[in-house]
Nanobody, 124 residues
Framework: QVQLVESGGGLVQAGGSLRLSCAAS????????MGWFRQAPGKEREFVAA????????AYEDSVKGRFTISRDNAKNTVFLQMNSLKPEDTAVYYC?????????????????WGQGTQVTVSS
């Protein structure tokens, strides 16, 4: 198993930036495709970004393309989500997830392990 712990959330004004981190323990992160998801109040959890096991391939939800960047440092067992030009509609709890034995994954059902989430609030 792998345990995931997110950090870096907070309150930021529209147009600002935040960098989320997801620290993994228990297993080598390079075994897992990784992703970020978010869930706003009253809404379903949705895909934000994904990165392949080696980091060479990424995918993004359309509304965050050009603003968010997912990256990983397998040596440090950490995945990042750099969020720029934040908008109030980005407000949500952000979750890190790991998919075992997959190259890359974009659907919730493909992920095996989840963190507890970190709150991101963007004020207008």
């Amino acid at each position: 198993q792998v345990q995931l712990v997110e950090s870096g959330g907070g309150l930021v004004q529209a147009g600002g930036s935040l960098r989320l981190s997801c620290a993994a323990s228990g297993r080598t992160l390079s075994r897992y495709a990784m992703g970020w998801f978010r869930q706003a109040p009253g809404k379903e959890r949705e895909f934000v970004a994904a990165i392949s096991r080696g980091g060479g391939s990424t995918a993004y939800e359309d509304s965050v393309k050009g603003r968010f960047t997912i990256s990983r440092d397998n040596a440090k067992n950490t995945v990042f989500l750099q969020m720029n030009s934040l908008k109030p509609e980005d407000t949500a709890v952000y979750y890190c997830a790991a998919a075992q034995d997959r190259f890359k994954a974009t659907r919730i059902g493909e992920y095996d392990y989840w963190g507890q989430g970190t709150q991101v609030t963007v004020s207008s």
